[in-house]
C-alpha cells in the first residue's frame, strides 16, 4: 500500500464530476489497490473521509472513518465505510451548522449547514448493493465526501465566509463560539 499525493484547492480535478465505476472496472486489482490506498491516505492524514478526486482519481470512489477521539475527543467514531457511485437522498429539511475542514483545503475550518439525516444508495468495494441511512456526524460527513464527486467543496456551502478560520485559531475561538451557539 502506499500514501497518494493530495490534491489541493485550485486543482481543476477537484472541480471535475467524477465518472462513476461499472462493477468490473470496481472489480479490477488496481481499482482495489487505488482504494486500499485511499484507506491508506486518509489514516496517514488523519481525515475522516477521502474522495477519489482528491487523490487526483476523477472517480466515484470514497472511503470514511472516523476512529474516536482521532482529532478531537468529542468526534463521534464511524466504522471504515467505502462507497463506489453514491447516491444520496436528502431525507430531512432540518439542517445544522456544523465545523468542516478538508484535506484539499488545507488548514482551514468552516462553519456550513448541512441536512441532518441523509440515505446514501451506493455500491461497497466488491459491487454489492448497499443503502445507509444516517444522522448527525456521519450525514455531514457523506454529504462532504459525495459534494467531492461533483466538484463541490466545503467552502462553496458557506453561507458566511466571516466563520473562515485557521485550525490554530479555529481552536482559540471557533470552539468557543460553537458552543455559546
Ligand atoms: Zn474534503
Not at 7 to 30: C, F, H, I, Q, S
Not at 93 to 106: F, H, N
Amino acid at each position: 500500500m502506499s500514501i497518494l499525493k493530495v490534491a489541493r484547492l485550485g486543482n481543476p480535478v477537484l472541480r471535475k464530476k467524477a465518472l462513476p465505476l461499472t462493477v468490473e472496472e470496481l472489480r479490477k486489482p488496481d481499482v482495489q489497490e487505488l482504494i486500499d490506498n485511499m484507506v491508506e491516505t486518509m489514516r496517514e492524514y488523519e481525515g475522516v473521509g477521502l474522495a477519489a478526486p482528491q487523490i487526483h482519481e476523477s472517480r466515484q470512489i470514497v472511503v470514511i472513518e472516523s476512529a474516536n477521539g482521532l482529532r478531537y475527543a468529542e468526534t463521534p467514531t464511524i466504522p471504515l465505510t467505502i462507497l463506489v457511485n453514491p447516491v444520496i437522498t436528502y431525507c430531512s429539511e432540518e439542517v445544522a451548522d456544523g465545523w468542516e475542514g478538508c484535506l484539499s483545503v488545507g488548514d482551514f475550518r468552516g462553519v456550513v449547514s448541512r441536512s441532518t439525516s441523509v440515505k446514501v444508495n451506493a455500491l461497497d468495494r466488491k459491487g454489492k448493493e448497499v443503502s445507509i441511512n444516517a444522522s448527525g456526524f456521519f450525514a455531514v460527513v457523506l454529504q462532504h465526501e459525495i459534494d467531492h464527486l461533483n466538484g463541490i467543496v466545503f467552502i462553496d456551502r458557506m453561507k458566511d465566509l466571516k466563520t473562515l478560520s485557521f485550525l490554530k485559531e479555529y481552536e482559540r475561538y471557533g470552539i468557543k463560539k460553537e458552543a455559546n451557539e
